[in-house]
């Protein structure tokens, strides 16, 4: 009976050994990709018809002071926070905005569906939101378009046509970008690097990793890509890794990529904790309230996510031009304050630009 | 051969079963010796493709960093030993963590936040503990609605947000005691006690009895109930030193555990040889699987093999494991 177990070791030792040749996986999904261009030019948006909703018999709302709710996901968070904080701000500038943020304490799709009914039902004029469900949030935000009510999502999309605009926090290929000219800045364009992701089918970080990939071979050819390795969504696990990346590579390691909020900072206590501040660069996706120790103490110089804040901001600028009738179907791009024109992509959503690179300037300023 | 593998581990034998010295720590602790032999020919057969494998370093990350999910096992071993299972552990140290990095934020002693989760674990605990012998509830069901309370209320209280600032001397797992990471001596030093407690006092025996045969440890006069009580409190009490192991590792504490902590932690008692019909198994089997899984996942790395072949393999050793604990208990009967 021991022979099973024994026989499970043997096949254990021997798929080790057999896999030696295999090269690593690296991660990336096999959807095609679209890396930016290597200096700062923005993508040309790519042709695509308007596929977003309408309200029906929408009143002439144009100059009139609008009455509009934010739902988010949840209530309560550093990042929903800022994301009504930026709503706020937009409000007060425009003057003819009276903003307020209402959503459920958790991030529920029935509670959040509950919530916009009612307001539907008391008279809005505009609704923001950010869906927990993208399919059944729909026939809500449908309802809401019926009722002639502006509708404008961020964060996260509901179906296209359940909404009239969509702001677009990031780009695939614009994160990409992001990551990949940080690391290169930091390490140099010969410099070799690994990276610790959650695992390799979760999509966006898939797709993030295909677009660093392309990113990297078009624009820092030189870098050496080592290996990928999982860490699930777990703080301990990614701190091994990291580590088990440290040890395995030694000196020849100059750099590791965190592609999740969970992996980032762990892969910054593991080159802490191993003495390689400044000789091994962190850089990667993650809040800035989980990396701020280590940003403090410069063991990590760039933190790379979008700015909610500016986001809640756009959302707000791109509902009221909505309202106003300055913003249809066809437009190529939308004003959006202080934040410049911002572009439409992909038909009906618009791009917040590119993404926030935090670092020990401006770090403490966000609490999130 | 008499199928006696399973049976407690000390045992009066007549001459007639009198057995040699090796055979008998075979048939005594065989799940350890095949464990310990695969860490060994791992160890021997990833180091001759790469050297930096058994590197201090290296040697430090496979030992010290897992080692909070081998203290977690020693007393998910015992509360398996006892027939009975445990799937909330992971949400309870995800509560626990909570709670202990609060109150070292919060500018309470570091003792008193050291001494926090392992109360509470031991008081968590000794609740389901009741439920499961006095109220009759099977373990499995009260510990998953445990697991739900625990992991819901941690993410509504919390709100996600994570706990930063921690103080310097509360991050034990940093640190060195003679020149060994404080991780490694933790798991060394909890497990060769327990290992010892269950072997030689009557009351870690009357574990294995409870597990092995209920009735007939009633019949022996073993207080049931209140053994079952006290194994919970007790694993509470280990899934609160695992706590401090797991919130002191990284300077942040996060508002989630790792997903399937609870199954990591139960697999490894398993692949140590706890059988999980209850009566057999030890701990130096649980911290000697924990220590495999960890040697297999850097083991992986290190001849760049995707990280799946982790799970499969893992997979593979339970069925295997709990095959082999079929058919010895088929054999015996």
């Known amino acids: ?368 | 051969m008499t199928a006696m593998v399973d049976l407690p581990p000390v045992r009066s034998r007549t001459g007639l079963q009198r057995q040699g010295f090796i055979r008998r720590l075979f048939s005594e602790y065989g799940q350890e010796i095949i464990v310990l032999s695969a860490i060994l020919v791992l160890f021997v057969v990833v180091t001759l493709i790469n050297p930096r494998f058994i590197s201090a370093n290296n040697l430090t990350t496979i030992f010290s960093g897992n080692a909070y999910i081998a203290v977690a096992a020693i007393g998910m071993a015992m509360i398996i030993v006892t027939g009975h299972i445990d799937v909330s552990v992971g949400a309870l140290i995800g509560v626990l963590a909570t709670i202990s990095g609060t109150l070292a934020v919060a500018g309470y002693p570091i003792w008193f936040a050291w001494l926090a989760p392992v109360v509470v674990g031991m008081a968590i605990n000794a609740v389901i503990g009741i439920l499961v012998a006095y109220a009759r509830i099977p373990s499995i069901v009260v510990t998953l609605g445990a697991l739900s309370i625990l992991r819901g209320g941690l993410i509504s209280v919390t709100g996600g947000t994570w706990i930063t600032d921690l103080p310097p001397d509360f991050l034990i797992a940093q640190k060195r005691l003679l020149g060994f990471p404080v991780p490694l001596l933790v798991m060394v030093a909890l497990t060769v006690l327990a290992a010892l407690w269950m072997r030689y006092t009557a009351f870690g025996r009357s574990l294995y009895a409870i597990g092995g045969n209920a009735e007939a440890a009633l019949a022996t006069g073993i207080p049931i109930a209140r053994r079952t009580v006290a194994v919970f409190a007790i694993h509470g009490a280990f899934a609160g030193l695992a706590t401090i192991l797991f919130a002191t590792q990284l300077q942040v504490i996060q508002s989630t555990v790792p997903p399937n902590l609870e199954l990591t932690v139960i697999t490894a008692a398993v692949i140590g040889g706890v059988s999980i019909l209850g009566g057999t198994g030890t701990v130096i089997g649980s911290t000697l699987a924990t220590i495999l899984f960890a040697t297999i996942g850097s083991a992986l790395i290190f001849v760049n093999v995707s990280a799946y072949w982790l799970r499969a393999v893992i997979g593979l050793l339970i069925l295997a494991t709990v095959l082999a604990d079929m058919l010895r208990r088929r054999g015996r009967g």
């Open chain 1, 1 to 368: 009976m021991r022979n099973v177990v024994f026989s499970a070791l043997l096949a254990l030792s021997f798929s080790t050994s057999l896999s030696h040749a295999q090269s690593a996986w690296t991660g990336a999904d096999d959807l095609p990709t679209n890396p930016l261009a290597c200096d700062a030019t923005p993508a040309t948006p790519a042709a695509a018809d308007y596929d977003g909703g309408q309200p029906t018999n929408a009143p002439d709302r144009k100059g009139k002071t609008i009455k509009v709710v934010d739902v988010p996901k949840l209530v309560g968070i550093g990042y929903f926070n800022a994301t009504s904080k930026g709503i706020a701000d937009a409000a007060a500038e425009m003057g003819t905005m009276d903003a307020k943020t209402d959503g459920p304490s958790k991030a529920n799709i029935d509670d959040q569906i509950t919530l916009i009914d009612n307001y539907i039902t008391s008279g809005v004029d505009g609704i923001l939101f950010a869906a927990n469900d993208p399919v059944a949030i729909a026939p809500v935000l449908k309802k809401a378009l019926a009722a002639g009510i502006n509708v404008v999502g961020y964060d996260a999309n509901s179906t296209p046509d359940a909404r009239q605009w969509f702001v677009n926090q990031a780009e695939f290929n614009g994160i990409a970008k992001a990551m990949v000219d940080s690391m290169a800045a930091e390490i140099g364009e010969d410099g070799a690097f690994a990276i610790v992701t959650s695992t390799f089918t979760t999509p966006n970080q898939a797709r993030w990793i295909a677009e660093m990939q392309a990113y990297q071979a078009k624009c820092h050819p030189d870098m050496k890509w080592l290996e990928t390795v999982e860490a699930q969504e777990d703080n301990i696990l990614s701190f091994n890794q990291s580590n088990t990346l440290i040890n395995k590579y030694g000196d020849e390691l100059k750099g590791i990529f965190g592609m999740t909020s969970v992996a980032t900072p762990a892969a910054a206590d593991a080159v802490t904790q191993a003495g390689k501040c400044g000789s091994i660069a962190v850089v990667g996706l993650a809040t800035p309230n989980a990396m701020k120790p280590y940003v403090a103490s410069d063991c990590v110089k760039s933190v790379v996510l979008w700015n909610p804040v500016d986001l809640g901001y756009a959302a707000a600028y791109v509902l009221r031009a909505a309202a106003d009738g300055t913003l249809t179907p066809g437009a190529t791009s939308v004003s959006a304050g202080k934040l410049g024109d911002l572009s439409v992509i992909n038909g009906s959503e618009i791009l917040l630009g590119a993404p926030t690179i935090f670092t020990k300037d401006n770090i403490n300023d966000f609490d999130f």
